[in-house]
């Protein structure tokens, strides 16, 4: 099993940046990526973003292409998202999540691909 604690949230003014954090701990053999998601109130939860556990490679949900980064320290066991150009829209609880999708959009998108999730993270952009 593995566990991942999500930190790092916070207000923030549109325009500005946050970076979030995800602490992975627990049987990482037993995944390969760990991804980010987020989930606004009354709305589906979103992909944004994932990356490789070893090696690296990442992928974007088109709409935070270029502006959202993921990367990943093996060493401290953790993955980090760099959320930058916020606006008020990207207002969302954000969670990191961990599996073994197939990398292919579809899958790396979808919620079920990832038995494992963090508690979530609020991340609040005033205008």
């Known amino acids: 099993q593995v566990q991942l604690q999500a930190s790092g949230g916070g207000l923030v003014q549109a325009g500005g940046s946050l970076r979030l954090s995800c602490a992975v701990s627990?049987?990482?053999?037993?995944?390969?990526?760990v991804a980010w998601f987020r989930q606004a109130p009354a709305e589906a939860r979103e992909f944004l973003a994932a990356i490789k556990w070893n090696g690296g490679i990442k992928y974007y949900a088109d709409s935070v292409r270029g502006r959202f980064f993921a990367s990943r320290d093996n060493a401290k066991n953790t993955v980090s998202l760099q959320l930058n150009s916020l606006k008020s829209e990207d207002t969302a609880a954000y969670y990191c999540?961990?599996?073994?999708?197939?990398?292919?959009?579809?899958?790396?998108?979808?919620?079920?691909?990832?038995?494992?999730w963090g508690q979530g993270t609020l991340v609040t952009v005033s205008s």
């Open positions: 627990g049987r990482t053999s037993n995944m390969d990526t």
């Open positions: 999540a961990a599996g073994t999708p197939v990398w292919l959009q579809a899958d790396l998108s979808r919620t079920t691909s990832y038995p494992s």
